[in-house]
């Protein structure tokens, strides 16, 4: 399996709404999934959340040639690299947009989005709360570790007050962030907190949320062992906590995203409501369309589909 637009299968006319994941005719194993090796610190938490996304696509049966990445800047941006899919590396904040870009224009793609807390929460804040409001179908995996390791451990927006760091001595001097209680009130249909340390969760996680139809954000606790000395992995075995609610209940999963006196984890919130291609009243598909990614082997066939299908949006804007 090559990554990239290297030979491809031929491609079905796309369905006029988003497909599920399609499986590929062969089975593969996570190990299809895995890219270059990763440069991450020995016992970083991504890693689990690397692992856990290869076991998951494997288990979804995803087809690496139809399935994007979307990755934003930190440590965990590099999991682009890591994952063998076609991907995109983008700038600092911006993976919702870029990962909302690549599925409003082509919905048959398996569309997902991951970085970390400083690169979601920070910068790129005010994407997040409107693909949470959009309910764009795509899975968005923040590896929150509380601090920006790239840089050498400044604080985040998710780190905690009392939380110092070599970088910053004083603290945040700023009240963390709460994500999950953010994506619950931005309207997200998929809420869920997973750990890196517990593959089995997170892997089901990972899964739920492709499957689900919508904006499905999964909040990672993925301990940085080089710049957060405080949530460490022994801090995370006194604390993670897995919630027992009704995940169709809003309050309850309000309840428990604002509770400080644990992590939870597992799935806290789901719900059905109109995906953000449902509501955008798609042009009716065009039979005779070459589709710009299956024609990605060949440039020229791929800029005259791209062009096609632009003008096509531009005859049915015109007619409005
Ligand atoms: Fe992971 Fe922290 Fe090292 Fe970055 S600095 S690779 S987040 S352990």
Known sequence: MTRGPGPLPAAPSPPPGPPAPGPVSAALSFKDFKGKDPIWCPGCGDFGVLTAMQKAAANLELDPNRTVLATGIGCSGNITAYFRTFGIHGIHGRVLPLATGVKAANPSLTVLAAGGDGDGFGIGLGHFLHACRRNVDITYLVMDNQVYGLTKGQTSPTTPTDMHT??????????PLNPLALALSAGATFVAQGYSGNQKELVDLIERGVRHKGFSFIN?????????LVNTYDW?????????????????????ANDKGRVPTGLLFQADRPTFHDMSHPLPADPGAVEPIAAAGDPAKALAASRKRFDGWLDEFRAR
């Open 166 to 175: 070599k970088a910053s001595p004083l603290g945040p001097l700023a009240t």
């Open 220 to 228: 990672v606790q993925s301990p940085c062992v080089t710049y957060n």
């Open 236 to 256: 995370f075995k006194q604390n993670v906590q897995a919630a027992t609610h009704d995940p169709s209940d809003w309050d309850a999963a309000m309840a428990v």
